[in-house]
């Protein structure tokens, strides 16, 4: 079965201001909500948005940024996956 956009539901979605990386959680058609990391949304010089780019290699800036958002992503895909 091909690929839907449709589909494809953006639940949640949080984002570095400092790195550019986005972190959300998705869910395709019924299929079980899930995380996702990356893409990486950077700033031109006049501050608009360049076109997404694959998250890559996670920096120091990023770990941290995951490290204090990681909770409030946990909670939001509990809820959203219902009682395990």
């Known amino acids: 079965m091909p690929f839907d956009p449709s ?5 949640k979605k949080w984002k570095c201001e400092e790195t550019g990386l986005v972190v ?6 019924e299929g079980e909500p899930k995380v996702q990391i990356g893409p990486r ?14 998250a890559g290699r996670l920096t120091i800036e990023d770990i941290f940024w995951l490290y204090d958002i990681i909770d409030e992503v946990k909670e939001e895909l509990s809820g959203l996956s219902g009682p395990q």
Not at 24 to 29: A, D, E, F, K, L
């Open 7 to 11: 589909k494809d539901k953006l639940l």
């Open 24 to 29: 959300s959680i998705n869910q395709y058609g």
């Open 41 to 54: 949304i950077l700033l031109k010089k006049d501050g608009s948005e360049r076109a997404p780019v694959k």
